[in-house]
């Protein structure tokens, strides 16, 4: 079945710093890859959807200066949160999907604990 | 605004017992909705997933149904075991496949 990978599993740093986040779709090419956050005991919120080769469409209420997101070839979609503070602490987890928007199945990745001190 | 609730926030039940989740969600324009499981720290697993067209899925011991026109949808387990504690996601997809998840029921099931 189709694979999709997340690094770090999981990470800490200092408020301030940026931190990169990788998801990479290990067998399939995926068009589209999406991002979502969970805070704890709380459901996924949709961040931003890319696109490969195209710029992000982002979320309302969602900061694209602060969460950076690359999609530059159809495995490869990278997160940057960038002057991380204690708030941005959550778990980011990424999907994917290959094909067109006709294609229903998104694959999950198995997601990012960020910790910033 | 597409808005996904889910009842119970959490359920426990002794193992062998049959039980039902339930979603429900404000606009009945949806493409497809799935459920998916969850376990702690983990990513996200998809169980069953219903096109808008279609009324219900089984997959062993998983039934999902969908009653679109009422916003309606639920997770049937029979005899639930220990291995199915989790927490338990819908979630209605838009247009360019963007997923509404609901809030999640989180699932105990005890030997």
């Known amino acids: 079945g189709a694979v999709v990978s997340q690094h770090p599993s999981w990470v800490i740093c200092k408020s301030g710093t940026s931190v990169k986040i990788e998801c990479r779709s290990l067998?399939?090419?995926?068009?589209?890859m999406f991002w979502y956050r969970q805070f704890p005991k709380q459901s996924l919120m949709l961040m931003a959807t890319?696109?490969?080769?195209?710029?992000?469409?982002?979320e309302q209420g969602v900061e694209k200066d602060k969460f950076l997101i690359n999609h530059a070839s159809l495995t490869l979609s990278t997160l940057t949160v960038t002057s991380a503070h204690p708030e941005d602490s959550s778990f980011y987890i990424c999907?994917?999907?290959?094909?067109?928007?006709?294609?229903?199945?998104?694959?999950f990745g198995p997601g990012t604990r960020l910790t910033v001190l | 605004k597409q808005e996904v609730t889910q009842i119970p926030a959490a359920l426990s039940v002794p193992e062998g017992e049959n039980l039902v989740l339930n979603c429900s969600f404000t606009?009945?324009?949806?493409?497809?909705l799935q459920w998916f499981r969850q376990d702690p720290g983990k990513g996200l697993t998809s169980l069953l997933l219903?096109?808008?067209?279609?009324r219900e899925q089984t997959s062993g011991r998983l039934n999902a149904s969908l009653d679109k026109s009422s916003g309606r949808s639920t997770l049937y387990i029979a005899a639930s075991q220990p291995g199915d504690s989790a927490t338990y996601l819908c979630?209605?997809?838009?247009?360019?496949?963007?997923?509404?998840f609901g809030q999640g029921t989180e699932l105990s099931v005890k030997p």
């Open positions: 067998d399939f090419q995926a068009t589209t």
């Open positions: 606009d009945s324009a949806i493409y497809n």
């Open positions: 999907s994917a999907r290959a094909g067109g928007p006709g294609t229903d199945t998104q694959y």
């Open positions: 979630a209605v997809s838009r247009q360019g496949g963007k997923l509404i």
């Open positions: 219903i096109q808008s067209s279609q």
């Open positions: 890319s696109n490969e080769g195209s710029k992000a469409t982002y």
